[in-house]
């Protein structure tokens, strides 16, 4: 049975791809500092509570346990935040990240999947995004985890580090048990905001824009239900001794805000309170994958095509949280 470190394991797809790794035969360790992680998702036999600035704890978790590969989700992810706080974003997320290689190095594991993202591309310059794609984020968030990967090619190189570096789009919906699922503070994701307004109607959602160059005015965005980016996980730990690089992870289906909101209202039959409000600065108005790399290089394809299926999942999770 191979150990995988998952770091940031207690978090939103983090404990998503615990639950499938253990279900598929691993044995899973994670280590969080639960600063937005919840100790309430972890599904694994093994939890340390390590902050990757503190190089000693990481060692110690290194010398405590056989480790196979590292999937590495922990970073700090609220884009408007990184514009006001860099420095927190350039820390943390790059930094740390510096700290975890140099204890996988020390000890001689070189194998990590990586969680990127598309915020990678900055404003798209033709739809579908494919990996070539330019890479120009327009924010510290998406900075930082363009670093990381540029991190994880030098070190490919210089030490034979094994990596792949998963850029996801919208990560979406819930366990499909109802037993895990979506919960940030604050909640900035789209579907869940909509649902939390259909719970309660004295809070409208807001819609930033509604006269984008798209067919109902709304922006698009490529939703892919979180199960399936777990089981991506899963592909690619596997696949680390044969390729590493880069791959996006999305359904290729863009959906608007509006049409979210009309499958949230047809699966709870309740109305969804709005407020249109002006554009967000650097929103695209269309933003999806072409994810032909994922089909080849991993063999993935993602399970949920049907954005109400995805919502579904997430409503579930909505009317029973535990925590």
């Given at each position: 049975?191979?150990?995988?470190?998952?770091?940031?394991?207690?978090?939103?797809?983090?404990?998503?791809?615990?639950?499938?790794?253990?279900?598929?035969?691993?044995?899973?360790?994670?280590?969080?500092?639960?600063?937005?992680?919840?100790?309430?998702?972890?599904?694994?036999?093994?939890?340390?509570?390590?902050?990757?600035?503190?190089?000693?704890?990481?060692?110690?978790?290194?010398?405590?346990?056989?480790?196979?590969?590292?999937?590495?989700?922990?970073?700090?992810?609220?884009?408007?935040?990184?514009?006001?706080?860099?420095?927190?974003?350039?820390?943390?997320?790059?930094?740390?990240?510096?700290?975890?290689?140099?204890?996988?190095?020390?000890?001689?594991?070189?194998?990590?999947?990586?969680?990127?993202?598309?915020?990678?591309?900055?404003?798209?310059?033709?739809?579908?995004?494919?990996?070539?794609?330019?890479?120009?984020?327009?924010?510290?968030?998406?900075?930082?985890?363009?670093?990381?990967?540029?991190?994880?090619?030098?070190?490919?190189?210089?030490?034979?580090?094994?990596?792949?570096?998963?850029?996801?789009?919208?990560?979406?919906?819930?366990?499909?048990?109802?037993?895990?699922?979506?919960?940030?503070?604050?909640e900035t994701h789209l579907i869940p905001l909509v649902l939390q307004a259909i719970i309660n109607q004295d809070k409208p959602i807001k819609v930033f824009g509604?006269?984008?160059?798209?067919?109902?005015?709304?922006?698009?965005?490529?939703?892919?239900?979180?199960?399936?980016?777990?089981?991506?996980?899963?592909?690619?730990?596997?696949?680390?001794?044969?390729?590493?690089?880069?791959?996006?992870?999305?359904?290729?289906?863009?959906?608007?805000?509006?049409?979210?909101?009309?499958?949230?209202?047809?699966?709870?039959?309740?109305?969804?309170?709005?407020?249109?409000?002006?554009?967000?600065?650097?929103?695209?108005?269309?933003?999806?994958?072409?994810?032909?790399k994922a089909k080849n290089i991993l063999g993935w394809v993602p399970k949920y095509n049907d954005i109400r299926e995805i919502i579904s999942t997430a409503w579930?999770?909505?009317?029973?949280?535990?925590?």
């Amino acid at each position: 049975m191979k150990n995988i470190l998952l770091v940031g394991g207690a978090g939103y797809i983090g404990s998503h791809t615990v639950k499938q790794l253990s279900k598929s035969g691993y044995n899973c360790i994670i280590i969080d500092n639960l600063v937005y992680g919840h100790k309430e998702a972890i599904q694994a036999s093994y939890f340390e509570l390590v902050d990757l600035m503190d190089k000693n704890l990481l060692n110690e978790v290194f010398n405590k346990y056989h480790i196979d590969s590292v999937v590495h989700f922990a970073a700090f992810a609220y884009v408007g935040e990184s514009v006001i706080e860099p420095k927190k974003y350039y820390e943390n997320n790059v930094l740390g990240t510096l700290n975890l290689l140099e204890a996988m190095l020390n000890n001689n594991i070189k194998k990590i999947v990586f969680s990127s993202t598309c915020a990678t591309y900055g404003e798209p310059k033709y739809i579908p995004i494919d990996e070539s794609h330019p890479q120009d984020p327009i924010n510290p968030y998406g900075r930082s985890k363009l670093m990381i990967e540029k991190i994880l090619y030098d070190y490919h190189k210089a030490y034979n580090l094994k990596y792949i570096s998963l850029r996801y789009f919208n990560a979406a919906g819930c366990s499909k048990d109802g037993d895990i699922g979506e919960s940030h503070s604050p909640e900035t994701h789209l579907i869940p905001l909509v649902l939390q307004a259909i719970i309660n109607q004295d809070k409208p959602i807001k819609v930033f824009g509604a006269d984008y160059n798209t067919p109902d005015g709304t922006c698009i965005r490529d939703y892919i239900h979180v199960e399936d980016l777990a089981i991506a996980h899963q592909l690619a730990i596997e696949k680390l001794d044969n390729y590493s690089g880069c791959i996006n992870l999305g359904t290729g289906i863009g959906t608007s805000v509006k049409e979210i909101i009309s499958a949230a209202e047809a699966i709870t039959g309740k109305t969804c309170p709005v407020e249109y409000v002006a554009k967000r600065k650097g929103d695209p108005a269309q933003l999806f994958a072409t994810n032909d790399k994922a089909k080849n290089i991993l063999g993935w394809v993602p399970k949920y095509n049907d954005i109400r299926e995805i919502i579904s999942t997430a409503w579930t999770w909505e009317l029973n949280r535990k925590y």
